[in-house]
């Protein structure tokens, strides 16, 4: 299989403590994608990686690291899209953002695995509050409460090409939001909305309205590494990555 980095570049009004051009922030004198191309790279199952983002600047970051760097838009999954393009035959597909510097191929490959065993068409990572306290606790994350417990989205996806038409705009929206879980569940319908505001939602629910929305065979992963779920968005998530990356 082959993976897909994305790198682009926050657009418009950046907030206050919000962080740009996350991909060629410096941690420790090395850029940020950096840390991300390098485990992708040890992963076994992981042949080519595509890089979309701002073309000329990764290029002269990286040189020939990556497989391909695509020049990117503001839209993620138009970025998807692109790089599909030049896997075009493959039969599976990981997506990560660049943003997850403490990622390691023993995460990735936990992941892969797991999706493949459930044979999906789409996997999506998540990870428990504990899991996530007990390595990380000065981690600042958003948490949604489901019946099964207390996760967080993560930067992390597994899928077939074969359904990319039909889950394009879905996909988009999903995860435009994926660290905002009451705008997801909205998307889902208001039941949901309701259901997860009391904290009786269910993973399976959630599978099996996805399935049912965009005819496919929708799979979860809680991924017991919290690396996948720490991205850096703000000035605090750097400066708890610059402490750990540090060791």
Known sequence: MNAIILAGEK???????????KALLKIHGKYMIEYVLDSVKKVPQ?????????????????????????????????????ALE?????EEILVLTCDIPLITPEALEHFIKSAREKNVDFCYSIVEKRTNDDKYPEAKR????????EF????????????????????????????????????????????????ILTIDAIKKKCDKLLNINAGVVISPY????????????????EKYLAG
């Open 11 to 21: 657009k418009g009004e950046i907030k206050e403590n919000e962080l740009e051009n």
């Open 142 to 149: 958003t948490y949604a409460k489901l019946k099964e417990g």
């Open 152 to 199: 967080t989205g993560g930067n992390v996806f597994y899928f077939k090409p074969k359904i990319k038409d039909r889950c394009k705009d879905f996909v988009d929206e999903m995860l435009k939001h994926r660290k905002n879980p009451a705008k997801m569940a909205r998307i889902l319908g208001i039941i949901f909305l309701i259901k997860l505001l009391l904290g």
């Open 226 to 241: 919290p690396e996948i779920g720490n991205d850096v968005d703000k000035k605090s998530d750097l400066e708890m990555v």
């Open 86 to 90: 030049i896997f075009d035959e493959d």
């Open 46 to 82: 992981i042949q080519k990686v595509a890089i979309v983002g701002e073309k000329d600047r990764l290029e002269t970051a990286l040189g020939d690291r990556a497989d391909y760097i695509i020049q990117g838009t503001s839209s993620i999954v138009e970025n998807i899209m692109m």
